[in-house]
């Protein structure tokens, strides 16, 4: 049996077979693992004939993400995610996904989001006053679905704009299985697709009656390619779809454990009450809070809860020619998986990485490495949408601890459910008193 992967010296692994994939047993397999074996070593799969490859070292990283980025693609693990998203930027390939990027970035430039911070803010104004009407009633609110639930709305709004009645004609909002729904099998994914549906229906009404639209929707049907070509439908709602997902489902995974890590740390709890009442909220609800020095602390918080509990915990490659890693020859075809989740906790890059300390990120000596903080990956496949991500949750936690002080309700620490993205198994309870 050939290796993927030739080496100069011997790399260790686990002798037992193992298929590495989006689940808990991975996560706690690479946790364990990372603690014998170190930052680079060999896993064989029962279904491959080569071995796959954990790299965990931050400038391997930053080679196979950035320097040699062109040599490497998305790898194993994205069966389920093209079930349920289709062809989108999360999961294309080639020159294909370079033409979507391209026209799907001039939407995520700073001066376009800023568009929806007014949105944004009347939200979590909103969400804000459904947890002041709960407050009152003394009893825990679980919190985690009611983050699902709001920046579903947002994403939604974001995507169709004026549009967005349409979708939730009456109480009912199609895509509320989103949230109602903690299972990504394939009859979820069967149930997600139909919705596609809807959004053709959604964009035949934009066609029949054109007008100018500021909504991602709007500026996906105006792109256009270097050679005046725009989305085919297809790519159009597979680009929705796509939006939809991740827009949703990773923010609103990191707000949760963020409220947990707040209500746990009293000191940092109050050291944000303090700086939200500082706020001006008109001109937050206009700005997003962008280069306020206010909310340095805030983008500390939020980074630090990245670091700890980043929804994209486990990235896949394959690379498609031979390359090399440090002292490893790498073939085409081997496999590697990165998981931000090991690399965050890292002890060479990270001081007491296990601690939550928001003061890491204010100044500025950590990681010692930058390759050990990815939170939104790196390189040509950053996360597009980092900058309204970082938007929504500074937002959201202006407002809630400006009006609430909460405290964790239960007696456990919330466990861990690694799947596509790193959330709460059993959502977050607290204690909210209003201010």
């Known amino acids: 049996m050939s290796n993927s992967l030739s080496d100069v010296r011997p790399v260790v692994g686990p002798s037992a077979c193992f298929p590495i994939g989006p689940d808990d047993a991975?996560?706690?397999?690479?946790?364990?693992?990372?603690?014998?074996?170190?930052?680079?070593?060999?896993?064989?799969?029962?279904?491959?004939?080569?071995?796959?490859?954990?790299?965990?070292d931050p400038a391997l990283v930053q080679k196979i993400l950035?320097?040699?980025?062109?040599?490497?693609r998305k790898g194993a693990g994205l069966d389920r995610v093209r079930i349920l998203l289709g062809n989108g930027i999360m999961v294309s390939e080639g020159e294909f996904w370079t033409r979507q990027r391209r026209l799907l970035q001039p939407a995520f430039r700073p001066r376009t989001l800023a568009d929806f911070n007014g949105m944004i803010d009347q939200e979590n104004r909103r969400l804000a006053e459904r947890w002041r009407m709960h407050a009152e009633t003394g009893q825990p609110l679980e919190v985690a679905a009611q983050i699902s639930e709001s920046t579903l709305v947002i994403v939604l709004k974001s995507i169709f704009g004026a549009d967005y009645p349409y979708i939730v004609e009456g109480e009912s909002n199609p895509f509320s299985l989103l949230t109602e729904e903690p299972e990504r099998n394939l009859r979820f994914a069967a149930r997600f697709r139909r919705l596609g549906r809807l959004v053709e229906q959604l964009i035949d009404r934009r066609e029949s009656a054109p007008r100018p639209a500021f909504d991602f929707l709007g500026h996906m049907l105006a792109a256009r390619s270097r050679a005046g070509e725009a989305m085919s439908r297809k790519a159009l709602i597979d680009e929705v779809m796509t939006l939809i997902v991740a827009g949703h489902e990773t923010t609103a995974s990191a707000l949760a454990w963020a409220w947990y890590l707040i209500a746990v740390n009293p000191v940092i709890r109050e050291r944000l009450q303090a700086a939200a009442d500082r706020v001006d909220l008109d001109q937050l609800g206009r700005d997003g809070g962008h280069r306020n020095p206010d909310l340095a602390y805030f983008d500390a918080v939020i980074n630090?809860?990245?670091?700890?509990?980043?929804?994209?915990?486990?990235?896949?490659?394959?690379?498609?020619?031979?390359?090399s890693l440090g002292e490893h020859r790498i073939e085409a075809g081997a496999q590697l998986f990165i998981s931000p989740y090991v690399l965050h906790r890292h002890p060479d890059y990270w001081r007491a990485p296990?601690?939550?300390?928001?003061a890491r990120f204010e100044q500025g000596e950590e990681p010692a490495h930058r390759f050990a903080y990815i939170p939104f990956a790196a390189g040509p496949r950053h996360c597009i949408g980092e900058q309204m991500a970082m938007t929504e949750m500074r937002v959201h936690l202006v407002h809630m601890l400006r009006r609430f002080t909460p405290s964790y309700a239960d007696p456990h620490p919330p466990q861990m459910e690694s799947h596509i993205n790193?959330?709460?198994?059993?959502?977050?309870?607290?204690?909210?008193a209003a201010r």
Not at 35 to 53: L, P
Not at 304 to 323: M, N, Q
């Open 422 to 432: 790193l959330r709460p198994a059993d959502g977050i309870y607290l204690q909210l």
């Open 66 to 72: 950035v320097g040699h980025a062109a040599n490497y």
């Open 354 to 358: 296990e601690t939550f300390d928001p």
């Open 304 to 323: 630090e809860t990245l670091r700890l509990y980043p929804p994209g915990w486990l990235l896949s490659r394959r690379a498609v020619a031979d390359d």
């Open 26 to 56: 991975t996560r706690s397999m690479l946790w364990r693992w990372h603690g014998a074996f170190g930052d680079v070593y060999r896993v064989q799969s029962e279904d491959n004939a080569d071995a796959s490859w954990v790299i965990h």
